[in-house]
């Protein structure tokens, strides 16, 4: 695997664990709750203050894990571009040295043929003569 999938199956596990977590809270509040109706006495309600203060760690917490998602994510998108980036330059350069090279040879060609041109006019001249 990459580092990028690495980033990725770690995030996904964390916000797995994150909501397994949530979940288990959630289950075991409900439950403890439902238990009060299963005494035969009036189940006292909760307290809405402590209710209230849940229900914003909780959200706090999500955010948090959202927030440090994100920042994975942005970082493992940054790190991808600039390794496109890098190698695109890298082929860049690659093909500007096939091109010069290929320009050398074309130019040392065509001199070597306008000699053997010259030449064989000369002769053709010499001929003549």
Request: hydrophobic share 40%; proline share 2%; charged share 25%.
């Amino acid at each position: 695997m990459t580092a990028s999938t690495d980033q990725f199956v770690d995030i996904a596990k964390r916000s797995q664990e994150a909501v397994t977590d949530s979940l288990r809270t959630w289950t075991e509040t409900v439950q403890g709750f439902a238990g009060q109706f299963t005494g035969g006495t009036r189940p006292q309600l909760p307290d809405t203050t402590v209710a209230v203060d849940r229900v914003f760690d909780f959200a706090e917490q999500m955010l948090a894990q959202q927030r440090e998602l994100t920042k994975t994510v942005v970082g493992a998108s940054r790190n991808a571009v600039e390794t496109m980036t890098e190698q695109a330059a890298k082929a860049a350069e690659s093909v500007t040295e096939h091109v010069s090279h290929a320009a050398g040879t074309a130019d040392q060609a065509t001199k070597d043929a306008a000699e053997k041109a010259a030449g064989a006019a000369r002769s053709t001249r010499a001929a003549s003569k």
